[in-house]
């Protein structure tokens, strides 16, 4: 997913303020494609779009240019296949934050079980287990009439 992300941000830079805003940086485990994810991150916070060749100038590092390239590359030969970058992208956030609510749950679980929790706050964990557990199986919310 990492690989997907970047080479959609390298071909797309104006979804990178997107992706900040849902995928933590400290979440990319890959460390060269982390220490490009913040560069993107970095630029596009200084109003600058973090487009290839700007990225190719922020880095010394040949693996990681090699990295860029590879990317690049990756992205434009799939562009055709992805006529909507900005809907894959936000399914690799879902698919992310599914991921991560995963890995949260024997946490949360751990809490309710305790009973560490005040009640309005296990309340507000059940109601987001439910969420996430509802979104993971495709169900949608129960409307009223």
């Known amino acids: ?3 997907e992300l970047l080479e959609i941000l390298i ?4 979804l990178v303020p997107g992706a900040q805003a ?4 400290d ?13 993107c991150c970095r630029l596009s916070d200084a109003g600058q779009a973090p487009t290839f060749d700007r990225l190719m100038l922020e880095f010394d590092d040949p ?3 090699s990295l860029l ?9 799939k562009e055709a296949e992805v006529p909507d970058p900005e809907s894959l992208l936000n399914d690799l956030i879902k698919s992310f934050q599914e991921r991560e609510a995963i890995k949260r749950r024997p946490v949360d679980e751990g809490s ?9 706050q296990e309340l507000d964990l059940l109601r ?6 509802r979104a993971r199986q495709g169900i949608s919310d129960p409307t009223d009439g």
Do not use: M, T
């Open 128 to 133: 987001r287990i439910e969420e996430q557990e």
């Open 112 to 120: 309710l079980r305790e009973g560490e929790l005040a009640p309005e």
């Open 22 to 25: 849902a995928i933590p940086s």
């Open 63 to 65: 693996a990681v240019k």
């Open 1 to 3: 997913w990492q690989q």
């Open 69 to 77: 390239v590879e990317l690049d590359e990756r992205g434009a030969a």
């Open 11 to 14: 071909r797309h830079p104006e």
């Open 27 to 39: 979440r990319l485990a890959f460390e060269p494609a982390r220490r490009i994810f913040q560069a």
